[in-house]
């Protein structure tokens, strides 16, 4: 259950029922970080599983360290 999120989820809800009828759509959830935006997604994708194709992707924190590849003899 996700609390205070009833505006957000009703609004996902109608891009849902938006979507049938033009091919689809784009949702792009920003926000600062812990806000919960994850949980908000998958609450959403919990809901409608059994009723959408959905496609997911996440962005990959550019500002954390990366390993280096090193090839070593």
Same mark, same amino acid.
């Given at each position: 259950?996700?609390?205070e999120?009833?505006? /957000? !989820?009703?609004?996902?809800?109608g891009m !849902?029922?938006?979507?049938?009828?033009?091919?689809g759509?784009?949702?792009l959830?920003?926000? /600062?970080?812990?806000?919960g935006?994850?949980?908000?997604v998958?609450? @959403? !994708?919990a /809901?409608?599983?059994d009723?959408a194709h959905?496609? @997911?992707?996440e962005?990959?924190?550019? !500002?954390a &360290?990366? &390993?280096?590849?090193?090839?070593?003899?």
């Open positions: 259950m996700l609390w999120r009833e505006d /957000e !989820l009703a609004l996902l809800h !849902l029922a938006d979507a049938s009828g033009s091919g759509r784009v949702v959830v920003r926000g /600062e970080a812990e806000i935006k994850s949980a908000l998958a609450g @959403f !994708l /809901e409608i599983a009723r959905v496609l @997911f992707g962005c990959d924190d550019l !500002l &360290p990366q &390993p280096s590849a090193r090839c070593g003899t």
